[in-house]
T-cell receptor
Framework: GENVEQHPSTLSVQEGDSAVIKCTYS??????FPWYKQELGKGPQLIID?????GEKKDQRIAVTLNKTAKHFSLHITETQPEDSAVYFC?????????FGTGTSLTVIP | GAVVSQHPSRVICKSGTSVKIECRSL??????MFWYRQFPKKSLMLMAT?????????EQGVEKDKFLINHASLTLSTLTVTSAHPEDSSFYIC??????????????FGPGTRLTVL
């Protein structure tokens, strides 16, 4: 099956700085790569996704880059704000099943 | 669009009782719904995949007789935890996928249900 690794597990940044979270996967047939934000006591919320035919996608302060050759994709958050503090999960869709990363707890320090 | 609801959001029950959790897709029809379990500070663990009108597919190690899943319509799936015990206490999250033909491979998550078994 798919093996998804996510780093770092915790990340603290100053407000206004950028945050980068990286995930690697093992199955080259994977074709859909979403990122989810989960606040305490709530369900995951889709914040951005990318498909295998695209290398980069941006939505305001959030961007995702995909390197299919190296089998990794990254979440980039610029100009971080305190409300960005949450746990972020990457996921990989392989064979119509999602495989999740282990999560990154992001803290934005005001 | 793509809103998924869960009910209840929080439930406390006595050991030995059964608890039903509902998952609804509010603005789209979900061919497939997924049930996850999440332990504190851990990732989501897939329990089962349910397709409308057919039996659910359970992941290895998940007891199908304990975690009953029914996907009776394109907008509703239910998870029943039967004879609940304290070790079943957890955060249960459902997700729903729209039919293929659109993007087809997205999953939209519900807000989760916190189950506490005393």
């Amino acid at each position: 099956g798919e093996n998804v690794e996510q780093h770092p597990s915790t990340l603290s940044v100053q407000e206004g700085d950028s945050a980068v979270i990286k995930c690697t996967y093992s199955d080259s047939a994977s074709n859909y790569f979403p990122w989810y934000k989960q606040e305490l006591g709530k369900g995951p919320q889709l914040i951005i996704d990318i498909r295998s035919n695209v290398g980069e996608k941006k939505d305001q302060r959030i961007a995702v880059t995909l390197n299919k050759t190296a089998k990794h994709f990254s979440l980039h958050i610029t100009e971080t704000q305190p409300e960005d503090s949450a746990v972020y999960f990457c996921a990989v869709n392989t064979g119509n099943q999602f495989y999740f990363g282990t999560g990154t707890s992001l803290t934005v320090i005001p | 669009g793509a809103v998924v609801s869960q009910h209840p959001s929080r439930v406390i029950c006595k050991s030995g009782t059964s608890v039903k959790i509902e998952c609804r897709s509010l603005d789209f029809q979900a061919t497939t719904m997924f049930w996850y379990r999440q332990f504190p500070k851990k990732s989501l663990m897939l329990m089962a995949t349910s397709n409308e009108g057919s039996k659910a597919t359970y992941e290895q190690g998940v007891e199908k007789d304990k975690f009953l899943i029914n996907h009776a319509s394109l907008t509703l799936s239910t998870l029943t935890v039967t004879s609940a015990h304290p070790e079943d206490s957890s955060f249960y999250i459902c997700s729903a996928s729209p039919p293929r033909g659109g993007t087809g491979d997205e999953q939209f998550f519900g807000p989760g249900t916190r189950l506490t078994v005393l």
